[in-house]
């Protein structure tokens, strides 16, 4: 029997299942695999039984909380896909005013009626087997993890920095065109597009295991920048990872 | 009474839920459309360098990212009075055009046009791309999937990323078109403009030719007399990029029309107490209820209303399937929102259109791809039309900028009217501000 799969949505743009819609011709091998039962922005089919449970988006109503611990208790594995879900993304920046300050700018006198809770990753509130970084998380990533996840093999995160790979695709260093990059301590994975694209790296892949906190510093140094600089530009998408794990 | 509820609604980017409650008789006595949680972007972009908002906005929304990456950068655009190089207007403007071809390929045969491909009566179950695929045989799905391929390679090619493009700056773009790559895109375009003329045969075929789907499309039920907003250029014509914002009432007679600055004297937000998204309309119409007609606010952003609002496309073979469309259902302006779904196949031709003619243009390959800024930054407005709707930026900035500096140059607060979904109000209208202002001090 294939296994089941399920994709469910919490806050979030969403982009992370259109990334896996985009495999185009890809994704009609990838059906043949498996039973893609729940899939809401590309299908109205909707089933409460599945085997591995892909989670996008982060947490950020009571009730999203409830409904990811469902899943859990039937999914027998659990994957937080892309960085809402993964340490937060976006959505976390709001963690840093109060709930009544969010509430109030959005509707004014109206705040009253109205709820909202500050934003988790995932696994703040669940048990979650496999992280899939990125702000949309890389295609071939995700195929390739279902492809473990079919074979029974362990996945493995990329355990480099994203400098390793800018360095491959033959880029000039984002620092030295005077942008901020965060391609030192962020985990790769993605071939460094946005650096390739003309700009640097926003760390949506979140930190990178044993980040080289000595070469990072001395970076900062060369190019008269603070810790307190770079923690700015590191919280745009990893602004809840003190919670995440 | 009884009560039926959609929970969720799907194919559909954003979370919603709709419930219908029915009289003792079955008539509809209420339906409201639920958004059911709070983003929190009106807040949280403050105090974060204003340079990232081409960066954070588009995380509103990952099926049109392009287009909140867009206004955005020309919101920073015009705050720091810095006119793009013309070469990077035009590779703009053609991301933007092939972004217009995957999205509205992508709303025709996967989110919205199922339902129609399938017909009225299919099984949830068949609702989907692969029911797609099973009723209009692989070659044409895979021409679907081919083209969103070939687009999003350009998008990629171009714009660096797929999803959540990184190469709009103030003053133009990260990166040149080499000309091998242009040479690509002109062959793919070629393509698509081919693609598009047999969506707009395949949509006569299966939906016009069946009487049961062009009643549906016409009757009352699915037809409401509101405002049409459109972005239009200087000849009235409909443009995805730039250009003026254009009111009509629902006798086809321009109401306003206004430029990016002008935009709160025209446009304001209601509250409801059961949903977290907010309802625009217009100002100088007023807030009358979830009601149509010439003396309510409510006005619609849709491709079918971009079409309502302009004088015609400005390409030739768009141009010919608009007068054809307005010519079969009666003439200007059409109420009936379905036939959105035809105006979106017209917008997708001309989509396609445009972006040979940029692909042509000897311009794009150039090497002047961007005017650095000089002058001091201070309020910026930018406005794009995104394929279900139009955004609308508005960027003010602080402190002393540096414009790659972190430790200045921060959003101090943000505005941003969210948008009504597909169903919201009478039909269909959606609108998005994102404004970055000045501290109160």
């Given amino acids: 029997m294939k ?72 999914a027998k594995i659990l ?48 048990k979650v ?61 993605c071939n460094a597009v946005c650096v390739t694209g003309g700009r640097k790296c926003w760390g949506c892949r979140a930190l990178v295991d044993e980040p080289n906190v000595n070469s990072e510093k001395e970076i900062l140094k060369k190019y008269g920048l603070t810790m307190d600089d770079m923690m700015l530009q590191f919280k745009l998408f990893n602004g809840a990872l003190e919670v995440s794990k | 009474m009884r009560k039926l509820t959609i929970d969720p609604i799907t194919r559909l980017e954003g ?71 013309s070469t990077a207007k035009k590779i703009r403007e053609l991301l933007y055009s092939a972004f217009y071809v995957t999205d509205h390929t992508t709303h025709f045969y996967i989110l919205g046009g199922p339902d129609f491909i399938m017909g009225p009566d299919a099984p949830v179950k068949d609702r989907n791309i692969l029911g797609v695929i099973a009723k209009v045989g692989m070659d044409l799905a895979g021409q ?23 190469f709009g700056l103030p003053g133009g773009v990260s990166k040149r078109i080499s000309e091998e790559d242009r040479q690509k895109i002109e062959e793919i375009a070629k393509r698509d403009v081919a693609f598009a003329q047999l969506s707009l045969k395949v949509f006569g075929d299966i939906v016009l030719k069946n009487k049961a789907y062009v009643d549906m499309i016409v009757s009352d039920a699915f037809t409401h007399q509101t405002y049409y907003m459109g972005l239009v250029d200087d000849k009235n014509k409909v443009n995805f990029y730039d250009g003026k914002v254009r009111v009509v009432d629902p006798a086809g007679k321009e109401f306003v029309k206004y430029s990016p600055h002008e935009y709160l004297d025209h446009i304001a937000e209601h509250v409801e107490p059961w949903s977290y998204t907010k309802f625009p309309f217009l100002k100088k119409v007023g807030w009358k209820g979830f009601v149509d007609g010439k003396d309510s606010g409510v006005y619609r952003a849709t491709p079918l209303s971009r079409l309502n609002a302009a004088d015609g496309m400005a390409t030739p073979l768009a141009q010919a399937e608009y007068d054809k469309m307005y010519s079969t259902l009666g003439g200007k302006p ?29 311009e794009i390959t150039g090497p002047n791809i961007r005017n650095i800024p000089t002058g001091k930054p201070t309020e ?23 414009f790659l500096s972190t430790s200045s140059g921060r959003a101090s607060s943000t505005l941003l009217i969210t948008w009504s979904r597909p169903l919201s109000a009478p039909a269909g209208q959606a609108r998005v501000f994102e404004c970055f202002k000045r501290p109160k001090h």
């Fill in chain 2, 334 to 362: 059409v109420h009936h929102t379905l036939a959105t779904h035809w105006a979106r196949l017209i917008e997708l031709l001309y989509a396609a259109e445009r972006l040979l003619e940029l692909a042509q243009d000897k």
């Fill in chain 2, 144 to 166: 679907v999937l081919n083209t969103r391929k070939e687009n999003h390679w350009i998008i990629q090619a171009v714009g660096g990323r797929q999803i959540h493009p990184v």
């Fill in chain 2, 15 to 85: 979370h919603g839920k709709i419930t219908i409650f029915l009289n003792d008789d079955g008539s509809v006595a209420n339906v409201y459309l639920q958004i059911p949680e709070l983003r929190g972007f009106e807040k949280f972009c403050e105090g974060r360098p204003v340079a990232d908002m081409p960066q954070i906005t588009p995380r509103i929304c990952g099926v049109c990212p392009e287009a909140h990456h867009m206004a955005a950068t020309k919101a920073l655009d015009d705050m720091f009075h810095t006119e793009p190089t």
């Fill in chain 1, 3 to 74: 296994p089941r799969v399920a994709f469910f949505d919490f806050t979030g743009c969403e982009g992370c299942q259109l990334e896996v819609l985009n495999f185009n011709l890809e994704i009609v091998d990838l059906i043949g695999a498996i039973d893609i039962v729940e899939f809401r922005e590309a299908s109205s089919d909707h089933s409460d039984d599945y085997d591995i449970a892909f989670i996008e988006g982060s947490q950020t109503t009571d009730r999203d909380v409830e409904r990811v611990q469902k899943i859990r208790e039937k």
């Fill in chain 2, 380 to 402: 910026g407005v930018g406005i794009v039309e995104a394929p279900s709707r139009n955004f609308n930026v508005r960027s003010r900035i602080s402190g002393n900028w540096g």
């Fill in chain 1, 129 to 189: 087997d496999v992280h899939l970084h990125g702000c949309p998380p890389n295609r071939n990533e995700v195929i390739s993890l279902v492809k473990c996840l079919l074979s029974g093999k362990k996945f493995e995160q990329c355990h480099n920095p994203v400098c390793v790979e800018c360095k491959l695709a033959e880029n000039i260093c984002a620092f030295e065109r005077g942008e901020f990059c965060l391609g030192p301590i962020t985990r790769g994975g």
């Fill in chain 1, 79 to 126: 994957v937080a896909l892309g960085a809402c879900s993964c340490t937060g993304g976006v959505n976390a920046l709001k963690n840093r005013f109060s709930m009544e300050e969010n509430l109030k700018v959005v509707y004014g006198d109206s705040a009253k009626l109205y709820s909202t809770i500050p934003t988790r990753p995932t696994s703040a509130y669940v």
